[in-house]
């Protein structure tokens, strides 16, 4: 046979070859792992890709595989060489596998900076992940496919994002990047600019409409409300298999997304962008169809849906119980903002105010601005330094000619002629809060002054609209009740997500709420507890870093940006983006905090850092050396319960038949390396 047909003969062994594993015969014996180990030669300590865990259930253990055999494909382009920063993976010509240098693979360069010595609160230094990935809500592995962007591999970047995030065009530009606020690059200079870099390779890799998942599941699941909470759940059953359709009450999907956040931040194409790709997932999003929460959930429930998800958001705005709300020209920042998204016509006057410091206020105030509103302020309660907005947005509306008014209270809206005419105020120095929610204003004198204004715009927090509630329980709040460990209402099959749930919070918050809803929904189709115990996490601010000596400072990329005079005119996009070569020098200066950086950008989950020694990375390679004597995988070979097989899957399902497929990590729509017959429980 030719070496090109050799090499074709390896690789269909290594990329094609998987495990058949049986729990119902395992014994939990360790035979396999303990040959694994000595074959292999590896270091004390069980191979750490195969691990038999013990689970006492009454009289007799319930032994089962908590994590199986995670293998190495050998990629035709393997992502973990591009990110290794000692260049120990590489590739072989001749044969097509991927090899490890493990003499390479030590902290020549560090491969990680976090100190094992400076770990906070007795957490263990195996347990960390950079910082920025704690601080993530949905925990995104920010260093790895930041390490991609800096090779020049945008795609690959993108579809590491998509492996956790459902919106990365959205969260490349209105996220509150929680991850940069932590970021250890602070102490060298400053943070790695984050959001921008996934709105950079969301922007510049070629989109390829994803394959349609069919449905495996026999269930399907209803999802009130296509906001951030909604979109995220789908994304996430759609993948696990399930028949996912969202109904969404408004004329375009989206929720808050599409009617809260004006297009100068968010642009109605690059939101679609997003959506399309979920739909093009197998999601179906039926548009001005809006649930009623009594009776409209019983019918979908009846209508062969197994489970329902409420993620409605919190679109109805609050105003102040203050004289003078009723007037003609006061306005709600949410309504205002759904009126102007949908292209209906808002008369403003000349003068607006906005009252609230908020990014909602934010958002208000530089829109009434393109509208042609002259003068445009802000006014809130905080000082100035203590504006819950996010600080860009406040420069960038400064920037805009909108004028903040801090610290501030408010007693009457003034009126002229039964319209609107200005904000009766008084100056504090400061503001608390009793038990009951009621503040207490130190203020600096009874003087009253007055702001002018045409219009007046509350943006002051908002709360879940819900007209006919039926059986669900309504807190005092606002807001829909469920157990906080499940997320179940008292309705059976009925879950709860996002800011219908918890209240207002942030896009990245509302899309890790809507991922844990969903596989709350996926244990609870699969008839599994939901009241599972998590497992405690390291705070951000506890993982501690050695930064290396004499790592050069490196400003951060700035953002380009359209020039005040010229956007207000206009809803155009401010931040024009990264240019490639930006994006690149900004992801350079990541300093790979937590290291194995390798693990987190392979599929499959094939490299393993064993527990004694941090720095040597292990995978399995279905031991290719035997596959060459036509012998079996050395564990395969020890089982004497026979609880292990190898072959092509092809030969595994033709002989096992009742097998269920496992990918190395959650989500996987790729071809899997292990087929697991389940123990029944």
């Given at each position: 046979?030719?070496?090109?047909?050799e090499?074709?003969?390896?690789?269909?062994i290594?990329?094609?070859?998987?495990?058949?594993?049986?729990?119902?015969?395992?014994?939990?014996?360790?035979?396999?792992?303990?040959a694994c180990k000595d074959?292999?030669?590896?270091p004390?300590?069980?191979a750490?890709?195969?691990?038999?865990?013990?689970?006492?259930?009454g009289?007799?253990p319930?032994?089962?595989?908590?994590?199986?055999?995670?293998?190495c494909y050998?990629?035709e382009?393997?992502?973990?060489?591009f990110?290794?920063?000692?260049?120990?993976i590489?590739?072989r010509?001749?044969?097509?596998?991927v090899?490890v240098?493990?003499?390479?693979?030590?902290?020549?360069?560090?491969c990680?900076?976090?100190?094992k010595?400076?770990?906070?609160?007795?957490?263990?230094?195996g347990?960390?992940?950079a910082p920025?990935?704690?601080?993530?809500p949905?925990?995104?592995?920010?260093?790895a496919?930041?390490?991609?962007?800096?090779?020049?591999?945008?795609?690959?970047?993108?579809?590491?994002i998509?492996?956790?995030m459902?919106?990365p065009?959205v969260?490349?530009?209105?996220c509150l990047?929680?991850?940069?606020e932590?970021?250890?690059r602070k102490?060298?200079?400053q943070?790695?600019?984050?959001?921008?870099?996934?709105?950079?390779?969301?922007?510049?890799?070629?989109?390829v409409?994803?394959?349609?998942i069919?449905?495996?599941?026999s269930?399907?699941?209803?999802?009130?409300?296509?906001?951030?909470?909604?979109l995220?759940?789908?994304?996430?059953?759609?993948?696990?298999?399930y028949?996912?359709?969202i109904f969404e009450?408004?004329?375009?999907?989206?929720?808050?997304?599409?009617?809260?956040?004006?297009?100068h931040?968010l642009?109605?194409?690059?939101?679609?962008?997003d959506i399309?790709?979920?739909?093009?997932?197998?999601?179906?999003?039926?548009?001005?169809?809006?649930?009623?929460?009594?009776?409209?959930?019983?019918?979908?429930l009846?209508q062969g849906y197994g489970?329902?998800?409420?993620?409605?958001?919190?679109?109805?705005?609050?105003?102040?119980?203050?004289?003078?709300?009723?007037l003609d020209?006061v306005?709600?920042g949410t309504?205002f903002?759904?009126d102007?998204?949908?292209?209906k016509?808002v008369?403003l006057?000349?003068?607006?105010?906005?009252?609230?410091?908020?990014?909602?206020?934010?958002?208000?105030?530089?829109?009434?601005?393109?509208?042609g509103?002259?003068?445009?302020?802000v006014?809130?309660?905080?000082?100035?330094d203590?504006?819950?907005?996010?600080?860009?947005e406040?420069?960038?509306a400064?920037?805009e000619g909108?004028?903040?008014?801090?610290?501030?209270?408010?007693?009457?809206l003034?009126?002229?002629s039964?319209?609107?005419s200005?904000?009766g105020?008084?100056?504090?120095t400061?503001?608390?809060f009793?038990?009951?929610?009621?503040?207490?204003f130190?203020?600096?004198?009874?003087?009253?002054?007055?702001?002018?204004?045409?219009?007046?715009i509350?943006?002051?927090?908002?709360?879940?609209?819900?007209?006919?509630?039926?059986?669900?329980k309504?807190?005092?709040?606002?807001t829909?009740?469920?157990?906080p460990e499940t997320?179940?209402t008292?309705?059976?099959?009925?879950?709860?997500?996002g800011?219908c749930?918890?209240?207002?919070?942030?896009i990245?918050?509302?899309?890790?709420?809507?991922q844990?809803?969903?596989?709350?929904?996926?244990?609870?189709?699969?008839?599994?507890?939901?009241?599972?115990?998590s497992?405690?996490e390291i705070?951000?601010t506890?993982?501690?870093?050695?930064?290396?000596s004499g790592?050069?400072?490196?400003?951060?990329?700035?953002?380009?940006?359209?020039s005040a005079?010229e956007r207000?005119?206009?809803f155009?996009?401010?931040?024009?983006?990264f240019s490639k070569e930006?994006?690149?020098t900004?992801?350079?200066?990541?300093?790979?905090c937590a290291?194995?950086?390798?693990?987190?950008?392979?599929?499959?989950?094939?490299?393993?850092f064993?527990?004694?020694?941090?720095?040597?990375?292990?995978?399995c390679?279905?031991c290719?050396?035997?596959?060459?004597k036509g012998?079996a995988?050395?564990?395969?070979?020890?089982?004497?319960?026979?609880?292990?097989?190898?072959?092509t899957l092809?030969e595994l399902?033709?002989?096992y038949?009742d097998i269920?497929?496992?990918?190395?990590?959650?989500?996987?729509n790729?071809k899997p390396?292990?087929?697991?017959k389940?123990?029944?429980?």
């Amino acid at each position: 046979m030719s070496s090109s047909g050799e090499i074709r003969k390896r690789r269909y062994i290594t990329m094609q070859v998987g495990f058949y594993f049986d729990q119902t015969r395992c014994a939990g014996c360790n035979a396999c792992r303990v040959a694994c180990k000595d074959w292999h030669d590896q270091p004390s300590g069980s191979a750490s890709w195969m691990r038999i865990n013990y689970q006492e259930e009454g009289p007799f253990p319930n032994v089962f595989a908590s994590y199986l055999i995670s293998n190495c494909y050998h990629c035709e382009e393997p992502v973990c060489s591009f990110v290794c920063p000692n260049e120990a993976i590489s590739k072989r010509d001749e044969n097509g596998i991927v090899v490890v240098d493990k003499d390479k693979c030590r902290e020549e360069v560090p491969c990680g900076i976090i100190s094992k010595e400076k770990m906070g609160n007795g957490y263990s230094y195996g347990e960390s992940q950079a910082p920025c990935q704690t601080a993530c809500p949905v925990h995104l592995h920010i260093p790895a496919y930041t390490a991609l962007i800096a090779k020049g591999k945008f795609k690959e970047s993108l579809d590491l994002i998509r492996r956790r995030m459902p919106l990365p065009s959205v969260c490349g530009r209105v996220c509150l990047h929680p991850c940069e606020e932590v970021c250890s690059r602070k102490e060298v200079d400053q943070a790695i600019a984050i959001e921008a870099l996934k709105g950079f390779v969301a922007d510049n890799v070629s989109e390829v409409t994803p394959k349609r998942i069919n449905q495996t599941q026999s269930e399907k699941v209803a999802i009130i409300g296509s906001g951030p909470a909604g979109l995220a759940a789908a994304y996430d059953l759609i993948r696990l298999g399930y028949g996912v359709t969202i109904f969404e009450a408004l004329p375009s999907p989206g929720g808050m997304l599409a009617v809260g956040i004006p297009d100068h931040r968010l642009p109605r194409d690059i939101l679609n962008r997003d959506i399309d790709y979920i739909k093009a997932l197998g999601v179906e999003i039926k548009t001005n169809s809006p649930v009623n929460l009594n009776q409209g959930l019983n019918d979908l429930l009846k209508q062969g849906y197994g489970a329902a998800l409420i993620a409605i958001g919190a679109h109805k705005g609050k105003s102040l119980n203050i004289p003078g709300v009723d007037l003609d020209g006061v306005l709600v920042g949410t309504s205002f903002m759904r009126d102007v998204n949908l292209g209906k016509d808002v008369n403003l006057g000349d003068k607006v105010m906005i009252i609230g410091g908020g990014n909602v206020a934010m958002d208000c105030a530089r829109t009434a601005r393109r509208l042609g509103a002259k003068e445009v302020g802000v006014s809130c309660l905080e000082c100035y330094d203590d504006m819950p907005a996010d600080l860009l947005e406040i420069e960038h509306a400064r920037e805009e000619g909108i004028e903040i008014h801090d610290s501030h209270t408010f007693t009457k809206l003034v009126s002229d002629s039964g319209k609107v005419s200005g904000v009766g105020c008084l100056d504090i120095t400061g503001c608390t809060f009793d038990d009951d929610g009621r503040a207490h204003f130190d203020i600096v004198s009874d003087e009253e002054h007055t702001l002018e204004a045409d219009t007046v715009i509350f943006a002051i927090g908002q709360v879940p609209e819900i007209s006919d509630s039926g059986n669900i329980k309504i807190g005092n709040s606002g807001t829909i009740t469920a157990d906080p460990e499940t997320l179940m209402t008292e309705i059976e099959g009925l879950f709860v997500a996002g800011d219908c749930y918890s209240g207002v919070a942030s896009i990245i918050d509302a899309i890790a709420s809507g991922q844990i809803s969903a596989s709350k929904i996926h244990r609870y189709l699969q008839g599994d507890v939901l009241r599972v115990r998590s497992i405690p996490e390291i705070p951000a601010t506890e993982i501690k870093v050695d930064i290396p000596s004499g790592t050069e400072k490196k400003e951060r990329q700035p953002m380009p940006l359209v020039s005040a005079s010229e956007r207000v005119s206009n809803f155009k996009e401010v931040a024009l983006g990264f240019s490639k070569e930006a994006a690149i020098t900004e992801a350079e200066r990541c300093l790979n905090c937590a290291g194995h950086l390798c693990k987190d950008v392979c599929p499959y989950s094939a490299p393993q850092f064993i527990e004694e020694e941090k720095t040597k990375m292990q995978k399995c390679n279905y031991c290719v050396d035997r596959f060459d004597k036509g012998k079996a995988p050395i564990c395969v070979e020890s089982c004497y319960a026979r609880a292990l097989d190898s072959g092509t899957l092809d030969e595994l399902k033709s002989k096992y038949g009742d097998i269920r497929e496992s990918a190395g990590f959650s989500f996987s729509n790729a071809k899997p390396a292990i087929i697991f017959k389940p123990k029944k429980r």
